[in-house]
Protein backbone atom coordinates (compact mmCIF):
# COMPACT_ATOMS: atom_id res chain seq x y z
CA UNK A 1 0.00 0.00 0.00
CA UNK A 2 3.07 2.16 0.74
CA UNK A 3 4.02 1.95 -2.78
CA UNK A 4 0.69 3.23 -4.27
CA UNK A 5 0.37 6.30 -1.58
CA UNK A 6 4.05 7.36 -2.80
CA UNK A 7 2.39 7.64 -6.17
CA UNK A 8 -0.02 9.95 -4.84
CA UNK A 9 2.56 12.16 -2.48
CA UNK A 10 4.19 14.49 -5.24
CA UNK A 11 0.33 15.03 -6.46
CA UNK A 12 -1.04 16.02 -2.78
CA UNK A 13 2.22 18.28 -2.33
CA UNK A 14 1.14 20.18 -5.59
CA UNK A 15 -3.08 20.16 -4.71
CA UNK A 16 -2.01 21.68 -0.98
CA UNK A 17 0.15 23.92 -3.02
CA UNK A 18 -2.37 24.90 -5.06
CA UNK A 19 -4.80 24.97 -2.32
CA UNK A 20 -2.78 27.56 -0.03
CA UNK A 21 -1.97 30.02 -3.14
CA UNK A 22 -5.84 29.80 -3.69
CA UNK A 23 -6.76 30.92 -0.27
CA UNK A 24 -3.96 33.84 -0.53
CA UNK A 25 -5.43 34.95 -3.38
CA UNK A 26 -9.06 34.93 -2.16
CA UNK A 27 -8.32 36.75 0.99
CA UNK A 28 -6.16 39.81 -0.98
CA UNK A 29 -8.26 39.90 -3.93
CA UNK A 30 -11.46 41.22 -2.10
CA UNK A 31 -8.61 43.66 -0.05
CA UNK A 32 -6.84 44.79 -3.13
CA UNK A 33 -10.56 45.65 -4.85
CA UNK A 34 -11.71 47.87 -1.93
CA UNK A 35 -8.53 49.32 -2.59
CA UNK A 36 -9.31 50.20 -5.68
CA UNK A 37 -12.77 51.71 -5.10
CA UNK A 38 -13.55 54.16 -3.62
CA UNK A 39 -11.03 54.93 -1.09
CA UNK A 40 -8.92 58.12 -0.12
CA UNK A 41 -5.33 57.41 -0.91
CA UNK A 42 -2.46 59.07 1.37
CA UNK A 43 -3.10 61.94 4.25
CA UNK A 44 -4.08 64.53 2.29
CA UNK A 45 -6.68 62.81 0.48
CA UNK A 46 -10.17 62.39 0.51
CA UNK A 47 -13.18 60.32 -1.53
CA UNK A 48 -16.64 61.54 -1.32
CA UNK A 49 -19.53 58.62 -2.02
CA UNK A 50 -23.11 60.38 -2.98
CA UNK A 51 -26.32 58.47 -1.91
CA UNK A 52 -29.44 59.27 -2.85
CA UNK A 53 -32.76 57.68 -1.20
CA UNK A 54 -30.41 55.06 -0.35
CA UNK A 55 -29.18 54.55 -3.85
CA UNK A 56 -25.67 55.09 -5.04
CA UNK A 57 -25.25 57.98 -7.54
CA UNK A 58 -22.14 59.69 -9.44
CA UNK A 59 -20.36 61.19 -7.04
CA UNK A 60 -18.85 64.73 -8.34
CA UNK A 61 -15.53 65.26 -10.06
CA UNK A 62 -14.29 68.37 -8.89
CA UNK A 63 -14.66 70.48 -5.51
CA UNK A 64 -14.53 74.20 -4.25
CA UNK A 65 -12.85 74.66 -1.41
CA UNK A 66 -12.76 78.12 0.42
CA UNK A 67 -11.32 79.61 4.02
CA UNK A 68 -11.63 82.87 4.80
CA UNK A 69 -7.82 84.10 2.73
CA UNK A 70 -8.17 80.71 0.37
CA UNK A 71 -9.97 79.23 -2.17
CA UNK A 72 -9.26 76.54 -4.43
CA UNK A 73 -10.78 74.39 -6.78
CA UNK A 74 -9.92 70.17 -6.24
CA UNK A 75 -9.99 67.98 -9.05
CA UNK A 76 -11.15 64.14 -8.46
CA UNK A 77 -7.84 61.97 -9.41
CA UNK A 78 -8.09 59.20 -9.71
CA UNK A 79 -10.05 58.13 -6.70
CA UNK A 80 -9.80 60.80 -4.42
CA UNK A 81 -9.62 64.63 -4.00
CA UNK A 82 -6.20 65.81 -3.08
CA UNK A 83 -6.59 68.35 -0.33
CA UNK A 84 -4.48 71.32 -0.41
CA UNK A 85 -1.55 71.43 2.31
CA UNK A 86 -1.80 75.47 2.50
CA UNK A 87 -5.25 74.42 3.72
CA UNK A 88 -4.22 72.46 6.43
CA UNK A 89 -3.71 75.58 8.70
CA UNK A 90 -7.67 76.24 8.79
CA UNK A 91 -10.19 75.26 11.15
CA UNK A 92 -13.17 75.29 9.47
CA UNK A 93 -13.79 75.01 5.30
CA UNK A 94 -16.64 75.67 3.49
CA UNK A 95 -17.04 72.67 0.77
CA UNK A 96 -19.11 72.53 -2.47
CA UNK A 97 -19.73 70.40 -5.53
CA UNK A 98 -22.33 69.42 -7.41
CA UNK A 99 -23.71 65.67 -8.13
CA UNK A 100 -26.61 65.05 -11.11
CA UNK A 101 -29.58 67.35 -10.12
CA UNK A 102 -28.47 68.84 -7.06
CA UNK A 103 -25.63 71.58 -5.88
CA UNK A 104 -24.42 70.67 -2.24
CA UNK A 105 -22.90 73.01 0.04
CA UNK A 106 -21.22 72.63 3.66
CA UNK A 107 -20.13 75.24 5.67
CA UNK A 108 -17.85 75.17 8.47
CA UNK A 109 -16.55 71.72 7.93
CA UNK A 110 -13.22 70.87 10.15
CA UNK A 111 -9.69 70.46 8.51
CA UNK A 112 -9.14 67.02 10.17
CA UNK A 113 -11.68 65.24 8.01
CA UNK A 114 -9.83 65.77 4.58
CA UNK A 115 -8.52 62.29 4.72
CA UNK A 116 -9.96 59.21 4.53
CA UNK A 117 -14.02 58.63 3.18
CA UNK A 118 -16.83 60.89 3.47
CA UNK A 119 -20.27 59.21 3.07
CA UNK A 120 -23.41 61.83 1.71
CA UNK A 121 -26.65 60.58 2.47
CA UNK A 122 -29.09 62.58 0.75
CA UNK A 123 -33.12 62.25 0.71
CA UNK A 124 -35.88 63.27 -1.18
CA UNK A 125 -38.49 62.36 1.56
CA UNK A 126 -37.16 60.49 4.80
CA UNK A 127 -33.81 60.00 5.44
CA UNK A 128 -33.01 56.91 7.35
CA UNK A 129 -33.57 56.40 11.21
CA UNK A 130 -29.72 57.41 12.19
CA UNK A 131 -30.19 60.82 11.12
CA UNK A 132 -31.75 63.20 13.03
CA UNK A 133 -34.04 65.79 11.07
CA UNK A 134 -35.25 68.87 12.75
CA UNK A 135 -38.38 69.88 13.29
CA UNK A 136 -39.86 72.23 10.42
CA UNK A 137 -36.88 71.26 8.06
CA UNK A 138 -37.00 70.71 4.32
CA UNK A 139 -35.65 67.02 4.09
CA UNK A 140 -34.94 67.44 0.45
CA UNK A 141 -32.19 70.42 1.70
CA UNK A 142 -30.37 68.63 3.66
CA UNK A 143 -27.28 66.62 4.01
CA UNK A 144 -26.22 64.13 6.10
CA UNK A 145 -22.19 63.03 6.21
CA UNK A 146 -20.30 60.48 7.61
CA UNK A 147 -16.42 61.08 7.73
CA UNK A 148 -14.44 57.86 8.00
CA UNK A 149 -10.75 57.68 8.07
CA UNK A 150 -10.05 58.81 11.46
CA UNK A 151 -10.12 56.12 14.64
CA UNK A 152 -14.22 56.80 15.04
CA UNK A 153 -16.33 58.14 12.42
CA UNK A 154 -17.61 61.82 12.59
CA UNK A 155 -20.84 62.89 11.69
CA UNK A 156 -22.37 65.80 10.24
CA UNK A 157 -26.40 66.82 9.72
CA UNK A 158 -26.12 70.13 8.09
CA UNK A 159 -29.99 71.55 6.95
CA UNK A 160 -29.71 73.80 3.84
CA UNK A 161 -26.77 72.62 2.27
CA UNK A 162 -28.51 70.78 -1.03
CA UNK A 163 -30.30 72.57 -3.45
CA UNK A 164 -31.67 71.71 -7.13
CA UNK A 165 -29.86 72.53 -10.18
CA UNK A 166 -31.78 74.41 -12.63
CA UNK A 167 -32.88 72.33 -15.81
CA UNK A 168 -31.23 73.23 -19.04
CA UNK A 169 -33.83 74.54 -21.34
CA UNK A 170 -34.58 72.50 -24.82
CA UNK A 171 -33.41 75.74 -27.24
Same mark, same amino acid.
Given at each position: ?7 ? =? ?16 ? @? ?51 ? @???? /? ?31 ? =? ?24 ? @? ?14 ? /?? @? ?10
Amino acid at each position: MRAGFGKL =QPWLKFTGTMMCALGLAL @CVSPTRAAAQGIAAKGPHCFAIQVHLNGQPISGPRAVDLKTRTLENTVALNDT @CFPF /PTAMLKSELIQVSFTVPGNSIHMSDVPADVFSG =QWDVELADKKFSNDVTVPKHMNVSEM @CAVVFRGADTPETLEE /PH @CRSPLAAKSAN
